[in-house]
């Protein structure tokens, strides 16, 4: 099973500060993706294949890396982007989710 | 508009059985693989069971494989997720999703909830 390792956990960010999540796995893995999900809502895909933006994902957002290390980030923290981040793989079974990073705004 | 609806949710005892559904529009559904994916309250996001677009293949992870069964009828298109010998750490919200796809689960019903409890 591949482990996928997201760090931090938590964090709040000002408007207008950047925003960097990691997303670590345990073997290496062909793509990269991430989720946005709002409290109480369903999660919606927001990057995907590494670095592409899902439809209507504003271009602040970007993702980058390879085999086990990936990065999410924001270029300018807006209060609509507080939420909680997974990064998920699907490049072997059984597909995993990372733990997930709570972004909250300052 | 794709929309995906889940239903069968509620409470249930330890050890017994539930099936959920989830009724698809909004697109071909004999053209794309589906899953589920569940929540337990508080927590992350868990893959629990996926099936190919014809039905033909099914995937699960070791903590259901066995007592969960995904299944669909893509004349009504609609997915199941037959649930027995359901335990406590069953309980969470279930999604249905359109996927994996080249974005991965591109589409997520509003999820239903399911508690395991005596």
């Known amino acids: 099973e591949i482990v996928l390792t997201q760090s931090p956990t938590t964090m709040a960010a000002s408007p207008g500060e950047k925003v960097t999540i990691t997303c670590r796995a345990s073997s290496s893995v062909s793509y990269m993706y991430w989720y946005q999900q709002k409290s109480g809502a369903s999660p919606k895909p927001w990057i995907y294949?590494?670095?592409k933006l899902a439809s209507g994902v504003p271009d602040r957002f970007s993702g980058s890396g390879s085999g086990t290390s990936y990065s999410f980030t924001i270029s300018s923290m807006e209060t609509e982007d507080a939420a909680t981040y997974y990064c998920?793989?699907?490049?072997?079974?059984?597909?995993?989710f990372g733990s997930g990073t709570k972004l909250e705004i300052k | 508009e794709v929309q995906l609806v889940e239903s069968g949710g509620g409470l249930v005892q330890p050890g017994r059985s539930l099936k959920l559904s989830c009724v698809a529009s909004g697109f071909t559904f004999n053209n794309y693989w589906m899953t589920w994916i569940r929540q337990a309250p508080g927590k992350g996001l868990e893959w629990v069971a996926s099936i190919t677009n014809t039905g033909g293949s099914t995937y699960y992870p070791d903590s259901v494989k066995g007592r969960f069964t995904i299944s669909r009828d893509n004349a009504k298109s609609t997915l199941y997720l037959q649930m027995n010998s359901l335990r406590s750490e069953d309980t969470a919200t279930y999604y249905c999703?359109?996927?994996?796809?080249?974005?991965?689960?591109?589409?997520w019903g509003q999820g239903v909830m399911v508690t395991v409890s005596s």
């Open positions: 998920h793989q699907w490049s072997s079974t059984p597909l995993t």
């Open positions: 999703t359109r996927g994996p796809t080249v974005a991965s689960f591109d589409y």
């Open positions: 294949e590494t670095s």
